[in-house]
């Protein structure tokens, strides 16, 4: 089995900072790419940010210069930089792994448990 494991989340202040960060742990072959969503209260889940095993980096206009996404491999852990915060950052942040078992194996999706980023005005 495979298990993504997130931590970091929490309360900051408007300007603050945070680091998220994401393991993923059990029978995995490669790892294509990991990423960060998030999901605000009455709002869908979006894509924050997404790093491949080749480091390419992709991040949404809205937290660029802010939000800095990075990986280590051979942890299999990303992390999530996030500063000057602001209120609606607030959301559930989910760690997103897309990954092979086996060297020959289809392309799974998995998803952490998710962690609260509560930033107050």
């Known amino acids: 089995q495979v298990q993504l494991v997130e931590s970091g989340g929490g309360l900051v202040q408007a300007g603050g900072s945070l680091r998220l960060s994401c393991a993923a742990s059990?029978?995995?072959?490669?790892?294509?790419?990991m990423g960060w969503y998030r999901q605000a209260p009455g709002k869908q889940r979006e894509l924050v940010a997404l790093?491949?095993?080749?480091?390419?980096?992709n991040t949404v206009d809205s937290v660029k210069g802010r939000f800095t996404i990075s990986s280590d491999n051979a942890k299999n852990t990303v992390y999530l930089q996030m500063n000057s915060l602001k209120p609606e950052d607030t959301a559930v942040y989910y760690c997103?792994?897309?990954?092979?078992?086996?060297?020959?194996?289809?392309?799974?999706?998995?998803w952490g448990q998710g962690t609260q980023v509560t930033v107050s005005s």
């Open positions: 059990g029978s995995i072959f490669s790892i294509n790419d």
């Open positions: 997103n792994a897309r990954l092979r078992k086996q060297k020959w194996g289809t392309v799974l999706d998995y």
């Open positions: 790093i491949t095993s080749g480091g390419s980096t």
